[in-house]
């Protein structure tokens, strides 16, 4: 078992940065791929991809629509996986949520997961960028 505990959201400015932490339990967390994914708020869709990063973190995956402006990272010594986000803009407004399959290898298929692919989510955390 694996629980995932988001924070760091908030109410920040266009153009401004915010980094997203997910601390995990569980010793297993090392070997895990994460990724994380975005929901917008009030719009009934499923989560859309936003970054993936290998078991090892020497490996990183990015939507289109964040490359360039987001960066993955995480440090299995403390558990925890983290989103750098920059150049934050109003479309980035969204519930931002960690999750991870439970895999090793997996991290580079994350960007066509739907919301049961993943064995393990996060409750989430709110980014809310104002113009």
């Known amino acids: 078992q694996v629980q995932l505990l988001e924070s760091g959201g908030g109410l920040v400015l266009a153009g401004d940065s915010l980094t997203l932490s997910c601390a995990a339990s569980?010793?297993?967390?090392?070997?895990?791929?994460m990724g994380w994914f975005r929901q917008a708020p009030g719009k009934e869709r499923e989560r859309e991809f936003v970054?993936?990063?290998?078991?090892?973190?020497?490996?990183?995956y990015y939507a289109d629509s964040v490359k360039g402006r987001f960066v993955i990272s995480r440090d299995n010594a403390k558990n925890t996986v983290y989103l750098q986000m920059n150049k934050l803009k109003p479309d980035d407004t969204a519930v931002y949520y960690c999750?991870?399959?439970?895999?090793?290898?997996?991290?580079?298929?994350?960007?066509?997961?739907?919301?049961?692919?993943?064995?393990?989510w996060g409750k989430g955390t709110l980014v809310t960028v104002s113009s």
């Open positions: 970054a993936a990063i290998s078991w090892q973190g020497d490996t990183t």
């Open positions: 999750a991870t399959d439970g895999l090793r290898f997996s991290a580079g298929s994350y960007y066509d997961r739907t919301d049961t692919d993943m064995d393990y």
């Open positions: 569980g010793r297993a967390f090392s070997n895990y791929a």
